[in-house]
Each structure stands twice: as C-alpha cells, then as structure tokens.
C-alpha cells in the first residue's frame, strides 16, 4: 500500500494565482518549497465569499478575526464599505473545502485581513485555527 501525500490549503496568491486584492500575485518560494511532495489546494478566502479581484484594500477594525468572526468588530474597505460578511463567507467557505478534504494544514499570507497570522490574525485565520486546523505563516 503507498502513502498519500499530506493534503493542504494554500493561500492562492502565495503559488502565483493572482488572487491579491490589487489583481496581482505574490509567489513565496519558501511556500513552494513547502509545498513539494503535498497535495495541496489553492485558496482565496475572499474571492470565495464575493469579493471581485482587483478590489479595494480592506482592514479590521475593533479586533481581530476572531472579533469578526463574534460580531464585536468589522472588516472596513478603503471606500468605507463594511466587507465582514463577505469575509465571513469566504473563511466559511474554505473551512467547508478543508473538512471536505480531511485538511488539518494551512499554509496562508502574511499580513491579510483574511489569511494573517500575526496581530491582528485574520478572519480565515481565527476560523481554521478554532476548528483544530494548524495554520502556517508565509510571504
């Protein structure tokens, strides 16, 4: 019997997808070479839950991720558009992608509203994180 490869989400931008909010890509070498030897599926949390590519910057405000994800702070776009429940969607949406595929890895973008780890931590973040899923930090 062989072994299947270890199955993983990937933030699309971070293997050359241009999913980025401005409508560019950001491949991470260190992520690809992660990557080798996986089967791994790209993601983009926010065009998963609406939002069009390219489409204006956004940033939490009142909290982190996990704050979002409770209702006590929003994701607010540089038009001043409350894009929350789009953000909601999308981290929804990749959590289903996730469970559907037994994936317990994410290796996600650094300083995203969505996919960031660091302070504040994201929206898809806080949601894969509450749901056992280890997350890993690139770009």
Not at 26 to 55: F, M, S, Y
Not at 82 to 92: K, L, M, N, P
Request: aromatic share 2%; charged share 15%; glycine share 10%.
């Amino acid at each position: 019997m062989t072994n299947s490869p270890e199955k993983c989400l990937v933030s699309a931008c971070l293997v050359g997808l241009c999913t980025r909010y401005d409508g560019m890509c950001k491949p991470d070498n260190h992520c690809l070479q992660e990557l080798k030897g996986k089967c791994w599926i790209p993601v983009c949390p926010e065009q998963l839950g609406g939002l069009a590519t390219p489409r204006a910057p956004a940033n939490l405000v009142g909290g982190d991720g996990h704050e979002v994800l409770a209702g006590r702070a929003a994701v607010i776009d540089a038009n001043g558009l409350d894009v929350s429940a789009e953000f909601i969607r999308g981290a929804e949406q990749v959590l289903a992608i996730a469970r559907a595929q037994n994936i317990t890895l994410a290796l996600l973008k650094s300083r995203s509203p969505s996919c960031g780890l660091g302070n504040p931590i994201g929206v898809t973040a806080a949601l894969l994180l509450e749901n056992a899923i280890t997350c890993t930090l690139f770009g």
